[in-house]
DNA sequence: AATGAATGAGGCTTCATTCAT
DNA sequence: TATGAATGAAGCCTCATTCAT
């Protein structure tokens, strides 16, 4: 195994097992301590792959909703089950046990600069749906009472909510029962 | 002014200030320091009246979105008009800000006893909203597809949806206006 | 003894241990921890007082050889016997071991700010010092071949010779005994 | 280019970084990684050559004031223009800049180790202008109110004055210049 | 009841040094 | 001989909490 594979490996241990801890116990509970314990690695190891403790927490975006987003750009009518299946796809890819949500959602709101990452991130998604709810309007699947940016923004909103919901202990254990369900009731609300 | 009716302003004094804070901020963020500082008193003063500075934080349930719940038990038909008025209520009472709604948000996911108040205040809500959907479905109001549980359920999400995508900047500016439009959707999602 | 009283006495304390250590092994050597032990006091305490570590040195200031400098201001003729005697009065109170004026010396030298505040001090010395050598030079005390400023500055460094040998070991024991017997060569090598 | 020289080569890129380092920012603030990073050698090898990061100083004393001194030994009458110009000799060969006078200083001041060598060398400079001094004070270029052992002190004194107020910002900004006006004082001030 | 000085456990981070490749 | 990833002891500093006044 060469140098860069091991580099690679023991960075990922210690990414991994941050996770691991911060979707547990959160992001201020979980010393660089018990990181280090867990990845097998000494203290000084750390600090050489992450400057502070906190640049550790910018690897969880790489598991915010929004990472697979590129996902839905080349949608086609009928818009509606295709849609349903990416968003399927994304929660699937996602992983997410409800504590591991819930990290991610506290990632979220613990700093200003991930909040900003966060609206970014979801004014990406929204422009890429606004399209797609056009199109669906046009040919007829959608209502035309609300604009394609409110029935794009309904739609993360939806998502949104079912994932915060379900990470706070409501609604159906499997996260993709509870999504299908409550997008089902969502496209017929929106529907023309 | 009596003395129990000072006591009773400094405690105000210091739960506002923590408030503030911890909706500004985040809970780690704040020290005791900041919120004596804020509210104009001592430390030894804050230790006077809670025990800890976690003990604050429970003041915040407070504003859970459950508080106003028991306004919700009388509703009769049409169930729709009145549930939506009833919603609109209970959010226009919480009087939140984004941040202020972040921070709640983050109080239920900071602690395991908060999350448990969550889920137990959620289940209470639950139990109310199930014999209303009930009620509404044997009316004709509602679908039958789905059990009154569900429809609960879902009611809720919706609504913590709303909560969380406007708190987290996405949304219409005015929090009931993003309300009524979300619900005005998935009342029809669910109509029979 | 009052809370006042017991602060000054605290943070005595603290600045005379902190004093003695960085003294006797250099300011980096010198841990917190050190200095806490030896005033008696906790760490907590230590950064009640202080801010930083580094704040403390800036207390070394006070002891800088430029302290008294004002002292100087109404010298009359003749000038050398008064200006020599106040020197070894700026000596007599700095009360130098000559493991303090090296710890001194490297306060000075170690952070551009120490060495920026010497530089003032020694400006604001010379600016005192000027007018004196110019009365001396009229009344006929000292050589007309150096200009009243470079007099100046040629005492102050004559200074600053006698203090930086004498506290790297070399000349007298006694450092009023140096202090004397160089600057009687000075003045006779500035006479008239 | 043999082995040995590509040895030496490597092992002056380490000391003159190092030294370029101390003397800009300071002995503790220089950190070995900066050092090699500006030899262009690795860690690895700044250890293959130096046992210890402080082992690297010792090598300032290559440029201690000292360090041309037996360049003074055949002095023969008239002692002050000979004497004068070895001294400025010694300044010239040092090639000092403030900075990297402060450096050296600073290296003498921060080792037990490095403050006797200043006192063995001190001494030894000592005992070489003793004899001088005496030969001075025989053909009546000097004072006999003191001793040749203290004319030979006061001769450093004034040596290290100029270098020591010099690198603190004071005087000249040229050495020489500052070391020649300082010493004719200096030598008027202990003639017959 | 109010104060704020004192506490000290415990966190994050640094950095000289080692050693397997 | 050169490399640089890994190490871990040790340092600075934070902050909730206590308690004498």
């Known amino acids: 195994m060469g140098r860069e ?3 690679r490996q023991t960075k990922l241990a210690i990414t991994n ?3 691991k801890l911060f ?4 992001y201020e509970s979980t010393k660089v301590e018990d990181i280090v314990k867990l990845a097998g690695v000494s203290k ?3 600090f050489n792959y992450f400057p502070t ?3 550790v927490i910018e690897d969880f975006e790489r598991i915010s909703i929004y990472s697979e987003a590129e996902k839905l750009m080349n949608i086609t009518s009928p818009v509606v089950p295709k849609l349903l299946s990416s968003l399927i796809n994304i929660v699937h890819n996602l992983n997410y046990t409800r504590s591991l949500r819930r990290a991610t959602l506290m990632a979220t709101l613990s700093s200003a ?6 609206i970014d ?3 990406n998604l929204r422009a890429l749906l606004i399209p797609i ?3 669906g309007q046009e040919t007829g699947e959608f209502t035309q009472k609300l604009s394609p940016e409110t029935l794009a923004d309904l739609t993360i909103q939806m998502f949104i909510g079912v994932l915060t919901h379900w990470c706070l202990g409501g609604g159906e254990d499997d996260l993709i029962t509870q999504l299908m369900m409550s997008f089902d009731v969502f496209f017929k609300g929106i529907s023309s």
């Open 5 to 7: 594979e091991k580099k």
């Open 133 to 135: 709810f056009k199109h």
């Open 44 to 46: 000084g190891t750390f």
């Open 23 to 26: 979707s547990e116990n959160g």
């Open 53 to 55: 403790k906190e640049a």
């Open 17 to 19: 097992a941050a996770f």
């Open 121 to 123: 991130n979801m004014n």
């Open 113 to 118: 600069n991930n909040l900003n990452n966060h």
